[in-house]
């Protein structure tokens, strides 16, 4: 069975990351190379975007286009598993045993 895309969960996720960025609209559109209405547009769910506009996006947001549609997927365990191991890659060893204690909380 062919998937479609939920363009507005997609657009969700894109505006959602942009603001923990800190980024506008605007900035996101001049990384992308579009203009802000499109952006705009996207975030909104008022046009489906393109494959390149996807990964420019991705691209800009510094995440995977995996991420971008992780909700979407059937398997979004290893999608989630594989952020987690990027975000981890970025601590030091003291925050990763913390983290490490947090996850021992949880999986209790």
Request: with cysteine.
């Amino acid at each position: 069975m062919l998937a479609e895309i939920n363009y507005d969960e997609l657009g969700k996720r894109i505006k959602n990351l942009r603001l923990e960025k800190g980024l506008t609209q605007e900035n996101l559109a001049e990384y992308v190379g579009c203009n802000t209405s499109h952006i705009s547009n996207i975030e909104n769910s008022s046009t489906k975007l393109s494959l390149n506009v996807l990964l420019a996006v991705a691209n800009a947001l510094n995440v995977s286009v995996d991420y971008l549609l992780a909700d979407q997927l059937n398997s979004t365990s290893t999608v989630l598993s594989q952020e987690i191991i990027k975000k981890l890659n970025k601590c030091d060893d003291k925050d990763k045993e913390k983290i490490i204690q947090i996850i021992d909380i949880f999986s209790k």
